[in-house]
């Protein structure tokens, strides 16, 4: 697949595969760091792109230059991925097939690719190849992806009609979506969710007897979560969550205020372009708005 990946699908793609070194290879990584060139072969990433974006890592304290031709991975950079992995199933299956979609739509709408489960793991910044899996086994049970090919490391898979059609009709307005069919097949445990998410026939609005439980659950996603974007983005969602807190607190809340609050948050989320984490609240807010 010759995709010219983003600069965060890279980066993500580069801490997974460190990550995997340090705890399947631990003779070519820790503290004696990895060679340059033997990263750049796992991550079929150029060594002169791949030495960019190390430096910019570097600034950022995920990674630390051992000597001019070796990297080693820090705490926080695999803090960073321990984030990313803390996606649940569904979660982590609404996000692969966005990313699987925008490859699909990048290289032109060529309908002839299967798809590597494990890459697309990687450039998501998900290491957990099992979860992966799973989820792409569950979108294959639901009809958004098929040709399954089972190796010993992932599975192949391409992008159905239908799931072409799902990923086309999010960004069609509210009024003129057709909601979807089909079925929840929980491949792992999923719990403390009061969210539907890839439900039966559902396409979820705030309407006029307002779930103020529902609200908060949603709230508090957001909050556990947007304070990893940049400070602008940050800045534009705060004041609407305040206000959102404030009117479900009334006797009688004003339906209009809130929806047009979560639709502010969602257009900054739509804003921040290939970020993981405005991707994973976004994937929430598209259940209401």
Do not use: H
């Amino acid at each position: 697949m010759n995709i010219e990946l983003s600069e965060v699908e890279s980066i993500n793609c580069i801490l997974v595969s460190m990550n995997l070194i340090d705890n399947n290879t631990p003779s070519m990584s820790g503290d004696r760091g990895i060679e340059i060139d033997y990263l750049s072969r796992e991550t079929s990433i150029e060594v002169e792109k791949l030495t960019s974006l190390l430096n910019n890592l570097s600034t950022k304290k995920y990674v630390e230059w051992v000597t001019d031709e070796k990297i080693k991975l820090l705490d926080n950079g695999k803090d960073y991925l321990k984030r990313n992995n803390t996606y649940t199933l569904q979660q982590t299956a609404g996000l692969i097939l966005k990313k699987t979609y925008d490859i699909y739509v990048r290289d032109n709408y060529n309908d002839s690719y299967q798809f590597n489960s494990f890459l697309i793991g990687s450039y998501l910044g998900i290491e957990n190849n099992n979860k992966v899996n799973s989820a792409v086994k569950y979108l294959i049970e639901n009809g958004y992806f098929e040709k399954i090919i089972i190796t010993r490391y992932y599975i192949m898979y391409s992008l159905t009609n239908d799931g072409i059609n799902f990923m086309e009709n999010e960004s069609i307005e509210e009024n003129e979506k057709t909601p979807i069919s089909i079925t929840n097949n929980f491949y792992s445990e999923v719990t403390n969710s009061q969210i539907q998410q890839f439900s039966n026939n559902s396409v979820q609005t705030i309407n006029q007897e307002i779930n103020t439980e529902k609200i908060y659950e949603i709230i508090k996603i957001i909050e556990e979560n947007y304070k990893n974007l940049d400070t602008n983005s940050r800045k534009s969602i705060e004041p609407n969550i305040e206000d959102i807190k404030t009117e479900i607190k009334k006797t009688n809340p004003d339906n209009k205020i809130i929806k047009q609050c979560f639709q502010t948050i969602r257009n900054v989320l739509e804003g921040v372009v290939g970020n993981i984490i405005a991707a994973g609240i976004l994937y929430y807010l598209r259940q209401v708005i």
